[in-house]
């Protein structure tokens, strides 16, 4: 992952690119680091933990230049400590770098061989040395050329040089990269978002560009070195606010957010007046799709599994629903009129972009379903359905997933009344439910009293499952997810009726169990299973919603009651309570919810 910055000007800038990896830490925040250059010395900070350990760290230092990178980690090669902090420097050059050189073993065996010596773990240093080691003969244009040739792997690069006191280098392959333009200075960084304090016109390099940015002039160039011209773009100028508000965590506030995010998004697609959803300039038409393939990772990967449900019910679609990081290297059979459909909230994430580009090489319709739509993802995609949840912050998606979830389905609408597998009616009731939906959400939140006090069951519990059946089964697997990543504790998601098969064995007395039955057509099979783990010890939470009919099963440790929706919409509402279950798990145990422990906001590695 790791976010990359650079700077050069006429004035110092240490203190923007300490601003501008702040911004950055979503991508990595294991440790941190920052180089100048003054008078042609390269001087360096680094540091392991956050940025605000290396803004203390330079306050006590004199590290004033006027052309500098800064960059925070998250660890691939080499352990998170202060030696395998990025910048790398050799003598003459520094280099922070994200991606993964996978040949960085073989070439550093070479270089050893000619006398460099290597002072971290990290496969990046390699480049700090294989860039020294062409300039001894190249000049610098030809030296970019060929170290870019001999890395294998994925990179996003800065770079700059003890003898250029006005040049960064930047690259790209696979990692993405923008570049800013300024008043008597330029900017390098990872994404638009860590240059927007500074300018609103970038330029995106592609795979395989690299440029030489000096503080009055960019030049880009293609993988051989010729050079290119490039678009420059404005960017909205409104830097939405990234603020905790009266919120003691950046989780709390977006979970809190979700009867207003849902709200903004439904009113950008759903035209009230004639009662249907605009999805506009869809270069599609209806017919010429008969299948979807839906993609994405983690919590992305389980809207998509929800939708697959929606889609099978509501539409004559075929629907498939992959893994990025499995669709990038499966054997496919391409389809022309099948629509591939890409989730993503950050739409940087390495394995979903790289998916998508497979099917932009075989030149198939690509649609991505993005929450930032400046991203490498939503930019290559033929057509773009934004969320509409602005900034999510908190490592743990839970906005951005309702915000999938509703629009993946509202494309399923459109699709289900355009085949008319709906007629107008039903369609309209749909609309209405939806319109509804915020207000069921805000309900819902109204748990906390009662989930503070299960969740220090779950906290000091060693493990718990999570079941459901139907579109309750991904959102098992996603609140086994959250607990994960939130409350470092095993949890795992299961379809309730194949627990039989084997899961069984780990039930023991006193586990708990989620069982999210919703009072749906499966709702009586689901307790059933959840009879069958009660009958074997587990402390069941049931999440379902009010009904007037009797819960019939014994024996059920607490339940969480949801709103009532029509059955399409269950998702959106069980989705909560298992939130705020990993929300306050993490709390109990006193853990960094908005930065656990070894994750990323954006996955920009393999
Ligand atoms: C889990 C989580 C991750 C992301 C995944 C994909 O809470 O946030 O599983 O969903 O890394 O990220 P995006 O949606 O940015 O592609």
Known sequence: MCGIVGITSNKQVTSRIINSLKKLEYRGYDSAGIATLEEGIIKEVKCEGRVDILEKNISKININGEIGIGHVRW???????????????????????????????????????????????????????????????????????????????????????????????????????????????????????????????????????????????????????????????????????????????????????????????????????????????????????????????????????????????????????????????RKLKFKKDCLYVFVSQS??????????????????????????????????????????????????????????????YMLCLKISFDQKIINKKVYVQKIKNLLLLSKLIKKTLLIDNKIQIISKTFANSRGSMFLGRGYSFPIALEGALKLKELAYMHAEGYPAGEMKHGPLALIEEGMPVVVIAPRDELYKKTVSNMQEVISRGAKVLLITNKSKDEIFSENIWETITVENVSNDLLPFLTTIPLQKLAYYSALEKGYDIDKPRNLAKSVTVE
């Open 75 to 329: 660890a691939t090669h080499g352990k998170p400590s202060t030696l395998n902090a990025h910048p790398h420097s050799s003598e003459v050059v520094s280099v922070v770098h994200n991606g993964i050189i996978e040949n960085s073993t073989i070439l550093k065996k070479l270089l050893e061989k000619k006398g460099h010596q290597f002072k971290s773990q990290t496969d990046t240093e390699v480049i700090a040395h294989l860039v020294t080691d062409y300039l001894k003969k190249n000049n610098l244009k030809n030296t970019i050329v060929k170290v870019l040739k001999k890395l294998h792997g994925s990179f996003a690069l800065g770079i700059i040089f003890k003898d250029q006191p006005d040049l960064i280098v930047g690259a790209r392959r696979g990692s993405p990269l923008a570049v800013g333009y300024g008043p008597n200075e330029n900017y390098l960084g990872s994404d638009s978002y860590a240059l927007k304090s500074m300018t609103n016109k970038v330029s995106y390099l592609n795979d395989g560009e690299f440029c030489l940015i000096k503080k009055d002039n960019i030049d880009f160039f293609d993988t051989k070195g010729n050079k290119i011209n490039k678009k420059i773009l404005n960017l909205s100028k409104n830097d939405q606010s990234y603020d905790k508000g009266d919120y003691k965590h950046f989780m709390s506030k977006e979970i809190e957010e979700q009867p207003t995010t849902i709200k903004n998004c439904v009113n950008e697609y759903v035209d009230k007046v004639n009662q249907k959803i605009n999805i506009y300039n869809f270069p599609w038409k209806i017919n010429e799709i008969k299948s979807l393939v839906l993609v994405g990772c983690g919590t992305a990967y389980h809207s998509c599994m929800i939708a697959k449900y929606w889609f099978e019910k509501n539409s004559l679609l075929e629907v498939n629903v992959d893994i990025a990081s499995e669709f990038r290297y």
């Open 347 to 408: 739409g940087e994430t390495a394995d979903t972009y790289a998916a998508l580009d497979i099917c932009k090489k075989n030149k198939m319709k690509i649609c991505s379903i993005v929450n930032v739509v400046e991203s490498s993802i939503a930019r290559d995609s033929d057509f773009v359905l934004p969320i509409h949840c602005g900034p999510e912050i908190g490592v743990a998606s839970t906005k951005a997933f309702l915000g999938q979830m509703l629009v993946l």
